[in-house]
């Protein structure tokens, strides 16, 4: 090879193509990058499954030395080159696109043409000398796209899973100091849309936080089943070109490199066209959105106003709201939430939609699948980061404004209801929408209860939680 030229000379099975010298992927990667001019989602932008497919490789090597199929140099450069591109290096020689036809053979190609040529520059020689390291015969020794693509799919989602739940539980513990501070704080529950009954600004947040504890369980139970691998599945299940005890062998060598559980599915040839490990985390990352976005929606009806609207809590003002309206402005950061979550619901669509295209022994649409994983997890992780740094940690209570609407309610006089019976609170539910007059008033006007048993009642600790009055009896 003519180390002056720009470029080197590279061929496969529908012929050669000039690679410039200093990149490190080769014939079959810049296939993919011009025929699939589809998006602006590039694997270099994805670390996490770059380093699923350097994982794969690497436990694929260790097996493959152990079986002889590999030189000792050969596998320590395939090893040391799969080690860099872990710790973070190379990431720019993944440009392809990551929605691709081939059911991801570009992908893993792009993977064993970078890992060949970093490993055959360790050994000494130049980037395409593939007599002495090839991509497939070396690289890609003992494996399909079929079984190295979703494991590295897998392994990289399952990183991205560990990765969510720092924010996911920050978020929850930046509500669970809201639900403290807000504790005291009376204001009047809707149903609705309409006046309900009386509870605390702070069971309000807390309420925020239960439903997305919920989420943990539910996203580490559909995480778990990343770590059941197709390793040594090969084409279709088989095992055709691996040697026999091949596939326990690298998918033991995976769980010691990544000191994760990932052991080895049940039914290779099964779970070769199984998708259903991406559908069900997509559906649990869509769920975490469902509720983000009910939490979003309620942050902006509390904070409506400031003064034709509910305004019970004040947002964080963080940028002006308007170009004609002076002074205005908008709770920005609760509708990028919820733009957030429309578009995981979209992409969870896409998933099973995708997934549903599972056809004989192969699923070609996987490629889409993992796209939108990947891009589902980085926009919540991105989306609750920002809700809460930005939103939720500087709201304040407008505790005025609650506890005028608390006065003013008719609402209240549902828990006067166990005291007064049915018939009283109708007539001063009645009286109050007519006149317009406050329960509190009426109650008193009425001689229905006296103003020490009525501020009893009407006190904050006793209209949030279930307490015994039956002690109080109504004067009439």
Same mark, same amino acid.
């Given at each position: 090879m003519n180390t002056n030229k720009k470029c080197r000379i590279e061929a496969d099975l529908i012929g050669e193509r000039e690679i410039p010298c200093d990149k490190l992927y080769g014939v079959q990667t810049l296939r993919g990058i011009e025929n699939f001019p589809i998006s602006k989602f590039h694997l270099s932008e994805y670390p996490a499954f770059i380093q699923g497919l350097a994982y794969t490789k690497w436990g694929a090597a260790i097996a493959n030395f152990g079986e002889g199929l590999l030189t000792k140099e050969q596998y320590e450069a395939i090893v040391t080159a799969c080690k860099e591109i872990i710790g973070g290096k190379h990431y720019d020689q993944f440009p392809i696109d990551m929605i691709q036809g081939g059911a991801g053979t570009t992908t893993n190609m792009n993977a064993n043409e970078v890992i060949c040529n970093r490993a055959l520059q360790l050994m000494g020689h130049e980037a395409g000398e593939y007599k002495y390291l090839s991509p497939n015969d070396h690289v890609n020794c003992s494996q399909s796209t079929n079984d190295a693509y979703p494991t590295a799919i897998h392994l990289g989602l399952y990183w991205m899973h560990l990765t969510i739940l720092k924010p996911l539980k920050e978020l929850i513990s930046a509500l669970r100091a809201k639900e403290k501070e807000?504790?005291?704080? +009376?204001?009047? %529950?809707?149903t609705q849309l309409q006046d309900a009954v009386p509870m605390s600004l702070g069971q309000t947040f807390g309420g925020f936080a239960s439903i997305l504890e919920d989420e943990i369980d539910n996203l580490e139970h559909a995480a778990k089943q990343f770590l059941t691998i197709n390793m040594g599945a090969t084409a279709v299940g088989t095992g055709i070109c691996s040697e026999p005890g091949y596939a326990e062998a690298c998918v033991k060598a995976i769980a010691e490199i990544t000191r994760w559980d990932v052991v080895l599915t049940k039914d290779l040839v099964g779970a070769t066209s199984d998708t259903s490990v991406m559908i069900g985390y997509s559906s649990a990352l869509r769920r975490l959105a469902v509720k983000l976005n009910k939490i979003a929606n309620? @942050?902006?009806?509390? #904070?409506? %106003?400031?003064?034709c609207g509910l305004s019970e809590i004040f947002i964080p003002a963080m940028q002006p709201g #308007? #170009?004609?309206m002076p002074g205005k402005v908008n709770p920005v950061i609760p509708e990028v939430m919820s733009q957030v979550c429309y578009?995981?619901? %979209?992409?969870? +669509?896409?998933v099973t939609l995708a997934g549903d295209a599972a056809q004989m022994e192969l699923n070609a649409m996987e490629p889409v699948m993992a796209q939108c994983c990947f891009e589902s997890i980085e926009l919540l992780i991105n989306g609750m980061n920002t809700f809460r740094t930005r939103c939720i940690e500087g709201i304040k209570a407008n505790e005025e404004r609650c506890k005028s609407y608390i006065h003013d309610?008719? %609402? @209240?006089v549902t828990a006067l209801n166990p005291i007064i019976g049915y018939k009283n609170s109708t007539k001063i539910a009645k009286q109050a929408m007519e006149t317009g007059r406050g329960v509190y008033d009426l109650v008193l006007e009425n001689g229905i209860l006296s103003k020490e048993d009525l501020d009893q009642i009407l006190s904050p600790e006793n209209m949030i939680k279930p307490v015994n009055l039956h002690h109080i009896k109504p004067l009439k």
């Amino acid at each position: 090879m003519n180390t002056n030229k720009k470029c080197r000379i590279e061929a496969d099975l529908i012929g050669e193509r000039e690679i410039p010298c200093d990149k490190l992927y080769g014939v079959q990667t810049l296939r993919g990058i011009e025929n699939f001019p589809i998006s602006k989602f590039h694997l270099s932008e994805y670390p996490a499954f770059i380093q699923g497919l350097a994982y794969t490789k690497w436990g694929a090597a260790i097996a493959n030395f152990g079986e002889g199929l590999l030189t000792k140099e050969q596998y320590e450069a395939i090893v040391t080159a799969c080690k860099e591109i872990i710790g973070g290096k190379h990431y720019d020689q993944f440009p392809i696109d990551m929605i691709q036809g081939g059911a991801g053979t570009t992908t893993n190609m792009n993977a064993n043409e970078v890992i060949c040529n970093r490993a055959l520059q360790l050994m000494g020689h130049e980037a395409g000398e593939y007599k002495y390291l090839s991509p497939n015969d070396h690289v890609n020794c003992s494996q399909s796209t079929n079984d190295a693509y979703p494991t590295a799919i897998h392994l990289g989602l399952y990183w991205m899973h560990l990765t969510i739940l720092k924010p996911l539980k920050e978020l929850i513990s930046a509500l669970r100091a809201k639900e403290k501070e807000f504790n005291h704080v +009376l204001k009047m %529950g809707r149903t609705q849309l309409q006046d309900a009954v009386p509870m605390s600004l702070g069971q309000t947040f807390g309420g925020f936080a239960s439903i997305l504890e919920d989420e943990i369980d539910n996203l580490e139970h559909a995480a778990k089943q990343f770590l059941t691998i197709n390793m040594g599945a090969t084409a279709v299940g088989t095992g055709i070109c691996s040697e026999p005890g091949y596939a326990e062998a690298c998918v033991k060598a995976i769980a010691e490199i990544t000191r994760w559980d990932v052991v080895l599915t049940k039914d290779l040839v099964g779970a070769t066209s199984d998708t259903s490990v991406m559908i069900g985390y997509s559906s649990a990352l869509r769920r975490l959105a469902v509720k983000l976005n009910k939490i979003a929606n309620d @942050i902006r009806l509390l #904070s409506s %106003g400031p003064r034709c609207g509910l305004s019970e809590i004040f947002i964080p003002a963080m940028q002006p709201g #308007s #170009s004609i309206m002076p002074g205005k402005v908008n709770p920005v950061i609760p509708e990028v939430m919820s733009q957030v979550c429309y578009k995981v619901m %979209g992409n969870d +669509l896409t998933v099973t939609l995708a997934g549903d295209a599972a056809q004989m022994e192969l699923n070609a649409m996987e490629p889409v699948m993992a796209q939108c994983c990947f891009e589902s997890i980085e926009l919540l992780i991105n989306g609750m980061n920002t809700f809460r740094t930005r939103c939720i940690e500087g709201i304040k209570a407008n505790e005025e404004r609650c506890k005028s609407y608390i006065h003013d309610s008719v %609402g @209240i006089v549902t828990a006067l209801n166990p005291i007064i019976g049915y018939k009283n609170s109708t007539k001063i539910a009645k009286q109050a929408m007519e006149t317009g007059r406050g329960v509190y008033d009426l109650v008193l006007e009425n001689g229905i209860l006296s103003k020490e048993d009525l501020d009893q009642i009407l006190s904050p600790e006793n209209m949030i939680k279930p307490v015994n009055l039956h002690h109080i009896k109504p004067l009439k």
